[in-house]
């Protein structure tokens, strides 16, 4: 069993960055994977970024290419998202998630992910 939880959401101005923490107990198998989704009011939840324990294979949404950057550290069991420039449009609840049985695809679907957090709201003011 893998629990998640989120934490480094707040309120930001447009243009401004934040970074996000999903600190995970019960340390995922390492040939598992890990992402971030999020979710505004009234859509669905959609795909962030995503990255792997054992090699740090990342993949990103296009809208948040080049100014999202997500990291793990093995050590912590940790994933982080880093966000810069950061737009109204970003504003969402943020959640984290586990691939425990990661065989090689990118899952962009929340379908793809059998361990979730609770999230983190983010702000994003204009």
């Known amino acids: 069993q893998v629990q998640l939880v989120e934490s480094g959401g707040g309120l930001v101005q447009a243009g401004g960055s934040l970074r996000l923490s999903c600190a995970a107990s019960?340390?995922?198998?390492?040939?598992?994977?890990m992402a971030w989704f999020r979710q505004a009011p009234g859509k669905e939840r959609e795909f962030v970024a995503f990255?792997?324990?054992?090699?740090?294979?990342?993949s990103y949404a296009d809208s948040v290419k080049g100014r999202f950057t997500i990291s793990r550290d093995n050590a912590k069991n940790t994933i982080y998202l880093q966000m810069s420039s950061l737009k109204p449009e970003d504003t969402a609840v943020y959640y984290c998630?586990?691939?425990?049985?990661?065989?090689?695809?990118?899952?962009?679907?929340?379908?793809?992910?059998?361990?979730w957090g609770q999230g983190t709201q983010v702000t994003v003011s204009s």
């Open positions: 998630a586990v691939d425990s049985i990661y065989t090689g695809a990118v899952h962009t679907t929340p379908h793809g992910y059998n361990y």
């Open positions: 019960g340390r995922p198998d390492s040939r598992s994977a």
């Open positions: 990255i792997t324990w054992s090699s740090g294979r990342t």
